[in-house]
């Protein structure tokens, strides 16, 4: 079994919380060492070579994310985004409560590369435990002289703010993100500018992944090329990958990237007694499904998106043949009918006719033309909004309509008699 | 709105609220507007219209602005809510472990519906979205903490708790009495004026059924009245609480 330890490493064995217990581990002598003998140029460095591309979603190589920060003199911000509530995804929740100083470490050898003395962390609102094992960790690194001013005797200065969000998906989107953080309704923004341009108070910005970021301790331990030789060459390293669904053991599983699905069901437990795999959503509530014959594909960045899919926050739901796809289509259609921000008519307007067309579906009140409704709506409402969410209703409706269309037909004909596909 | 006295909470909060102001650049004093209603709510249970308003003071900006802020989070009540927020997750993982009868079972028990709150104002309800704990599915938050793995006979043994007040989760402050719905309704209001062909709550057959053609033939074909079923029975119980506007003690429910 291909499992790794190193953004896991201690959890569950050690109380990672504690500062002693992390600092025993080896904890924050990278970020000590980043400041008194490297420049944040040294850092950056090390982070592009390692081909670290981020782990909240889109995959951007993070070493070029940071190098589009103008020189203009500007204060810059770095913002760390541990909003986590793709469906699927429960990694940065784990990484927050089980090893914050490990988050807090990498945030500030993040912020020290991007020559920024301010560093925030987005916490989602939902997360109130997580937010204050948080604040004790960061209380701690303050007392220890970690986090502040003169640190290790020198001139560096970074502050780090906490910042609770209060319930929106969509504030996991960065631009979103960051109008919510200067107190205004979570709506995303035009791009361009990007944040990197103008950003948090209209500065130059970055948004980084909780994951993305507590990786970077490891980066400077072990080197970029311990990093990159691991997986395939564009989308290298290791990676949590969230495992739920039909599933055994469901759970957090570090793995190269580019080990095959299939062994991440091994990992998981394999399926439930008597039960066959008939479908993988491998990237997060919005990727495209794949399906049985998918399983021996490897699980990295490329190869999902090959097939038409992506490795997206690295979430991966396995549905076996006892699944009524036509119940999982109409709870993440109204998840993103929820959670549109209303900004742009086709995702408010459209989640909504296909969340009512589902659930007509779904108790025996639909047309036969409500399987094609489906499709072009969602097709149609994709592709033209501000952000990435209303384009998320689609691969995943899309892909099991077209896979399963027989159970959602057998619903509009013979709705008593419609059922599972086995 | 009943005047009451607000500066008690007010004197509660302002320390904490300053040093949130103070965690943000010069200038930035609006970044502090959630943090200080997430303050307000701890002390109170919900936002309150005197939170609204400190708060626009404090940060420096109208209180409409705050207010529609507010209202694009979920996490603030803007009316109280009960002593006990129970929120079960309705997403992908969880619906696909059994979810559907965690909700079926807690409408039962309670007697209300999503975004609503018991008539002794012990429990509001709420069906949430993904709330990342897939891998111990069905989940839930009560006041915030999480349950994990649910099934009937730990809801059962979780609500007798909350009713024996030997819950281990402390109930939410209670600073007003709570209203049978603490949210508007949502799906309801929000459908754009106009818009053609858009089911309404008001539309007995829904999509394409403008005139209840469908709907006569299918409850022909179905001796069940279609009211029974879940969708039609939300949609009309929605169309029916903007109508009735219903009251804690009405007969509405």
Redesign the interface.
Known sequence: MPVVKVLTDGIGEANLRDLDVYRKRGGYLQWKRAVTELTPAAVLDVTTKSGLRGRGGAGFPTGRKWSFLPNNGR?RYMVCNCD???????K??MLLEETPHQVLEGMLIGTYAIGSK?AFIYI??????GYHIFMEALAQARAAGLVGSGLFGTDVAIEV?????????ICGEETALLN????????PRLKPPFPAVKGL?GEPTVVNNVETLATLPHLLRNGPEWFAKVGPEKSPGYKIV?????VKK???FEVPLGTPLRELLELAGGPRDGRKIVAI?PGG?SSACLFEEHLDLPYDFDTMAQNGTMLGSG?V?F?DDS??FV??AL??V??YA??S??QCTPC??GG??LE??L??I????G?A??IDLLIAVSHQLTGINLCPLGDSIEPFLASVVKRFEAQFRAYVSAPEAAGVIA | MTERDFSATAAKVEPEARKLIAQYPEGCERSALLPILHAFQNVEGWVSPEAIDRTAAWVGVPRSVVESTASFYTLFHRRPVGRYMLQPCRNLSCIINGAGEIMAHFRERLGVGHNQTTQDGLFSYEEAECLAACDRAPCMQVNLQFYYDLTKEKIDAMLQAMRDGTFEVAPLPQSAVPGLDWHVAVEAERRSPGAQGVPDPFDPGGLGDRSGVLMIERLARDPEPIIARPTHERLIADGAALIAKPQRNGETH
């Open positions: 204060p986590e509530a793709e469906p699927g995804t429960f940065d929740h301010h989602r609102g939902e997360f109130e435990r703010t906490v910042h609770r969000g209060a319930g929106a998906y919510s953080l200067e107190g205004r309704r979570g709506e108070y969230s495992v739920s669904g039909h469901p759970g957090n959503q509530g979430a739901v549905f699944t009524n119940e999982a709870a993440l109204r998840f929820h959670e921000c209303g408010r307007e909504h006719w009512i067309t659930e007509r779904l108790h025996g009140g047309l033309s409500d």
